[in-house]
T-cell receptor, first 111, second 118 residues
């Protein structure tokens, strides 16, 4: 079936280091959304990407949508303790407009 | 403005019992989603409503799960009978989607209902 694979499952970083999570779809996406979920909380919308090759920035966060609209990434520069949480992508399938979520990447800041 | 409201926040039941969850979306939001989230996993879409119409219920286990959104506002998700594997957090989300069923906008999530089936 249609899947959105997200890697890595976990990433441990020192505060100040960068963080990247990747989403890959088995089929072409119409658009993709990114969410952040803090421990014990609910997902909070970060951004939606629609266009092929699109790049959007929010302060230290950079979001990219691949040229083929099958992959996407989120990069955080110089992580801070407030960035801790799990980052999810949610892809909308171009074929049937089904919404499929990735399994998330958990960002852990090393003490 | 109030966010998405869900109740109850926590529910503990024995297997084979019925359970129901309620969601009130953000005022004016026409699209409502029910998700199930297991620990350490992403949300799994169970059903999506556009107003009172279920436009995607392909992943709803219809043998035991049912949902309704009769007046296109609040919604109820029911499980009958519950099984041990149904233990999870049930999330409701809403959005304002002005296009057809292929358009998705920012989803606002409620706090969820944590279900434990013993």
């Amino acid at each position: 079936g249609q899947q959105v694979m997200q890697i890595p499952q976990y990433q441990h970083v020192q505060e100040g280091e960068d963080f990247t999570t990747y989403c890959n779809s088995s089929t072409t996406l119409s658009n993709i959304q990114w969410y952040k979920q803090r421990p014990g909380g609910h997902p909070v919308f970060l951004i939606q990407l629609v266009k092929s090759g699109e790049v959007k920035k929010q302060k230290r966060l950079t979001f990219q949508f691949g040229e083929a609209k099958k992959n996407s990434s989120l990069h955080i520069t110089a992580t801070q303790t407030t960035d801790v949480g799990t980052y999810f992508c949610a892809g909308i399938m171009d074929s049937n407009y089904q919404l499929i979520w990735g399994a998330g990447t958990k960002l852990i800041i090393k003490p | 403005e109030a966010g998405v409201v869900q109740s109850p926040r926590y529910k503990i039941i024995e297997k084979k019992q019925p359970v129901a969850f309620w969601c009130n979306p953000i005022s004016g939001h026409n699209t409502l989603y029910w998700y199930r989230q297991n620990l350490g996993q992403g949300p799994e879409l169970l059903i999506r409503y556009e107003n009172e119409e279920a436009v995607d219920d392909s992943q709803l286990p219809k043998d035991r799960f049912s949902a309704e959104r009769l007046k296109g506002v609040d919604s109820t998700l029911k499980i009958q009978p519950a099984e041990l594997g149904d233990s999870a957090v049930y999330l409701c989300a809403s959005s304002l989607d002005l296009g057809d069923s292929s358009s998705y906008n920012e989803q606002f999530f409620g706090p969820g209902t944590r279900l434990t089936v013993l």
